[in-house]
T-cell receptor, first 113, second 114 residues
Framework: DGGITQSPKYLFRKEGQNVTLSCEQN?????MYWYRQDPGQGLRLIYY???????QKGDIAEGYSVSREKKESFPLTVTSAQKNPTAFYLC????????????FGPGTRLTVL | AQTVTQSQPEMSVQEAETVTLSCTYD???????LFWYKQPPSRQMILVIR??????QNATENRFSVNFQKAAKSFSLKISDSQLGDTAMYFC???????????FGTGTRLQVFP
């Protein structure tokens, strides 16, 4: 089945630790995205990548980092510099080339203790 | 700056009735796409319907239809014959034609009552 997987579903970390969230897609999509979702704030774009080995900052990139070494994978690292990392994180992908329609993974709930 | 506004944080409707969710957006672009996404309690985002701005005809998908008013920059979602499974957060999203990015509204929480 084609789709986007995110793991783990729930993640707990101690304050000050870096943590990496996984996102994999087998849809052969060129573009991938990371969003953060907080209550009452909708989805806010963290980083996006339109092609392998290239990515751009979104609206709230501070305290986060990404890599895009393979077309299928777009991992997000939440660093200790992120002041309020507890949130729900969604990964998405799209064909690219301004088609816009995005397909989403099931999300990861990160809780920093 | 391009923005998307959903002015109804919460709505409720009785099963089998019709409900309309509002969305307005602000842009100077002429070509763009508009979307409604559904996020049920499982939190999996699902595309409900999409509209291309150059198309005057309103998009429909079974019980879901939109009222797209380009001049007013309005894009409302109508759900007919509401079902319990329609209970979810609904997000309106705007995508300019010259970019892959989407801009999301803050969402409307819809509760369908039996």
């Amino acid at each position: 089945d084609g789709g986007i997987t995110q793991s783990p579903k729930y993640l707990f970390r101690k304050e000050g630790q870096n943590v990496t969230l996984s996102c994999e897609q087998n849809l052969n999509h060129d573009a991938m995205y990371w969003y953060r979702q907080d209550p009452g704030q909708g989805l806010r774009l963290i980083y996006y990548s339109q092609i392998v080995n290239d990515f751009q900052k979104g609206d709230i990139a501070e305290g986060y980092s990404v890599s895009r070494e393979k077309k299928e994978s777009f991992p997000l690292t939440v660093t200790s510099a992120q002041k309020n990392p507890t949130a729900f994180y969604l990964c998405a992908s799209s064909i690219g080339y301004s088609v816009n329609e995005q397909f989403f993974g099931p999300g990861t709930r990160l809780t920093v203790l | 700056a391009q923005t998307v506004t959903q002015s109804q944080p919460e709505m409720s409707v009785q099963e089998a009735e019709t409900v309309t969710l509002s969305c307005t957006y602000d842009t100077s672009e002429n070509n763009y796409y508009l979307f409604w996404y559904k996020q049920p309690p499982s939190r999996q985002m699902i595309l409900v319907i999409r509209q291309e701005a150059y198309k005057q005809q309103n998009a429909t998908e079974n019980r879901f239809s939109v009222n797209f008013q380009k001049a007013a920059k309005s894009f409302s979602l109508k759900i007919s014959d509401s079902q319990l499974g329609d209970t979810a957060m609904y997000f309106c999203a705007f995508g300019p034609d010259n970019t892959d990015k989407l801009i999301f509204g803050t969402g409307t929480r819809l509760q369908v009552f039996p």
